[in-house]
């Protein structure tokens, strides 16, 4: 069943003549995951804040999102707001700045549950805490009454995922979750992430720019490159034939163990030059 | 401990301040041409007999004598005798430091309760004509004179509407209802005169926070744009307002005097104005020093009110 469906996506800022996206169309089941690959700059983001409908509001959109059989780009502000933390929810780059710093994190987690079920403040704590220990926090009830600056931010990564997992979503999106983590943590975090996702049954849209990253979390992987998407296919694929230049400069990039000892490492420049016209 | 040594290096300001406060206030009042013993006497008095009155007021005696024997008594809450009346200068203050203490507070609580709303509509609503009303209106608020903006009112309030009194002032605890109607109109001008200030500092505080990834978060969970502002907005700017709020605790006491001389308010103002204009120094001083005091003692409360607003301050104190 198409949980999320894409169609020929554009998005223009401002002024600007060149689209942030240019006709992307892609479509993801309930419970699979999808990881959208590709460089800063490439619309990542973009198309996660279309998926969200959390684009600004200077945004010229075409083309259509229909998210759980809602027409996303139709919606209005509150029909939006009512989808957002329940069906949908997303887990952001930046763990050290997406909590309110003022608020205790239960509280902050405690919220996506009020604002969308109404639930009352004891039974919600009880969620609250056993959410934070689903996410792998040592000490959930502790964690509940800090404040965001004395967690790490491994710590309040997982706090995120844990306010992006309590209403059971239909869809995920993480966007960069594990790229401000330093890589040990980016491991253990990747892997709950990985647990929860499978015990929930939600679907991902996973937003990388690291090859390596996607392939151990998605199945299936979009490459995106100056707003477009160039290449589509299952991970296995992609690696063992990779179509798009750019594409082979990514896997070459990916695949450290293939490398020769002395000599220089691959760059995706090696496979794949944005002519200078395009990109400027 | 880290906050016992915060507060001891406040109190340690608070009291430099004072101290250098009271004496830039008696060489100002010293430096004003004129005499409280001409005054007295009138323009026929001999210089003898203007001599003669001086000594027996103690002004012949060395300034720095009369500096201390000022200030000594002021750290003991004896504030002098007015020359001209006779009454103590802490009698004269303190029934009219309560009309200055109600029009002050009452118009800051006025001023916020328009900037808030009209800021959070500016930052909202900053790329639609909503948001560039507001502003536009702050903007020409702010160029409105307290004064101006008083007399206007007088006229169409109290001389054409005749809805309320032109000036004047009734105690509270003698006729509530009076005394509302006669602090109404300077309460409302010097809210809208310091909300027009105001108004800007909330947008751009508030406009930050829009930009803020927490505030992102609250809409990806749900929040309409009004809904996550008061909720995670309000508290995060009030950081940064808080700190424009005691500057503008000076600005308002000034208004205030302007305020109570168009209004014929009998508060602090008015009493400094007419003991100026005749040379009742310790008054003049008196005055001076109380309007200090308040201006340091609620710039010392926001100080601390930044450990109540956000919690990162308090885990500094903490010792963390």
Known sequence: MTLLEVCDLTVTFGRHRRPALDGVCFSLDAGCRLGVIGESGSGKTVTALAVMGLLPEYARVSGTVELAGHQITQLSESGLARLRGDVVSMVFQEPMTALDPTMRVGRQVAEVLRLHAGAESGPARAAVVRMLAEVGLSDPDRVADAYPHQLSGGQRQRVILAMALINAPDLVICDEPTTALDVTVQATVLAKLDEVLEASGAACLFISHDLAVVSQVCDQVVVMLDGRIVETGSVADLFANPQHPYTKGLVAAAQLDAATPGQRLPVVEDFYQPDAGAKR | ?320
């Open chain 2, 1 to 320: 401990m880290q906050l016992a040594g915060r507060i001891l290096k406040r109190l340690g300001v608070f009291v430099v301040s004072l101290v250098g406060a009271s004496v830039l206030i008696f060489v100002i009042t010293q430096a004003l041409p004129g005499d409280v013993a001409q005054t007295l006497l009138g323009t026929q008095a001999t210089p003898d007999e203007v001599a003669q009155l001086r000594a027996q007021l103690g002004l012949d005696r060395p300034l720095i004598v009369q500096y201390l024997d000022w200030f000594g008594h002021v750290l003991v809450g004896d504030f002098g005798v007015s020359h001209l009346s006779g009454d103590s200068v802490i009698s004269l203050l303190l029934p009219r430091l309560a009309v200055t203490m109600w029009l002050v507070g009452l118009s800051m609580v006025g001023s916020l309760l328009l900037a808030v709303p009209a800021g959070m509509v500016a930052a909202l609503k900053r790329r639609s004509w909503q948001g560039v009303l507001v502003s536009a209106s702050a903007q020409a608020g702010m160029a409105i004179p307290v004064f101006w903006g008083g007399i206007l009112a007088v006229m169409v309030f109290a001389v054409w509407l005749r809805w309320l009194p032109a000036n004047g002032y009734v105690p509270l605890s003698e006729n509530p209802a009076s005394w509302a109607r006669h602090l109404v109109m300077p309460v409302v001008t010097l809210s809208v005169v310091q909300a027009a200030v105001l108004i800007r500092y909330v947008r751009t505080a508030l406009v930050e926070v829009l930009n803020e990834d927490y505030y992102r978060t609250a809409r990806a969970i749900g929040w309409r744009p009004m809904g996550a502002l008061l909720r995670h907005g309000l508290r995060n700017a009030a950081i940064s307002l808080v700190t424009v709020l005691g500057l503008q605790v000076s600005s308002v006491l000034v208004g205030a005097i302007v305020v109570e001389s168009v209004f014929n308010l009998p508060g602090l103002g008015s009493l400094l104005l007419t003991a100026v204009a005749q040379r009742d120094l310790l008054v003049v001083q008196g005055t001076v020093m109380f309007l200090v005091l308040a201006v340091l003692v609620i710039s010392a409360l926001v100080d601390f009110s930044y450990v109540l607003i956000d919690p990162r301050q308090r885990a500094v104190q903490e010792g963390r």
